[in-house]
């Protein structure tokens, strides 16, 4: 089993910064690929940004890239999504989920845990 509990969301103005952390305990990660998606009101699920625990490669979806960064501390078994120059469109809740599939994906039902999101609100 594998638990996952996010931190960091909270109420920022456009333009500002903020630090997401996933913490993952329970089984180890190394053959994890560990993702981060948003939902915002009335919208589908979609997904931000995913690291492959091992080799380290990183992906991110169109809106958010060059903006959202996301990186991992291994010995800690924490995730994190660094949020660059949010915008209002950027709110949403924010939650973090691992895959046990060794290849990239972006679709959110080949992740098999969840953590319990974040709410991230950007203010214009």
């Known amino acids: 089993q594998v638990q996952l509990v996010e931190s960091g969301g909270g109420l920022v103005q456009a333009g500002g910064s903020l630090r997401l952390s996933c913490a993952a305990s329970?089984?180890?990660?190394?053959?994890?690929?560990m993702g981060w998606f948003r939902q915002a009101p009335g919208k589908e699920r979609e997904f931000v940004a995913a690291?492959?625990?091992?080799?380290?490669?990183?992906y991110s979806a169109d809106s958010v890239k060059g903006r959202f960064f996301i990186s991992r501390d291994g010995a800690r078994n924490t995730v994190y999504l660094q949020m660059n120059s949010l915008k209002p469109e950027d709110t949403a809740v924010y939650f973090c989920?691992?895959?046990?599939?060794?290849?990239?994906?972006?679709?959110?039902?080949?992740?098999?845990?969840w953590g319990q999101g974040t709410q991230v609100t950007v203010s214009s």
């Open positions: 989920a691992a895959t046990a599939r060794s290849a990239f994906t972006a679709q959110a039902i080949a992740y098999n845990y």
């Open positions: 329970g089984r180890t990660f190394s053959r994890y690929g």
């Open positions: 690291i492959m625990w091992s080799g380290g490669s990183t």
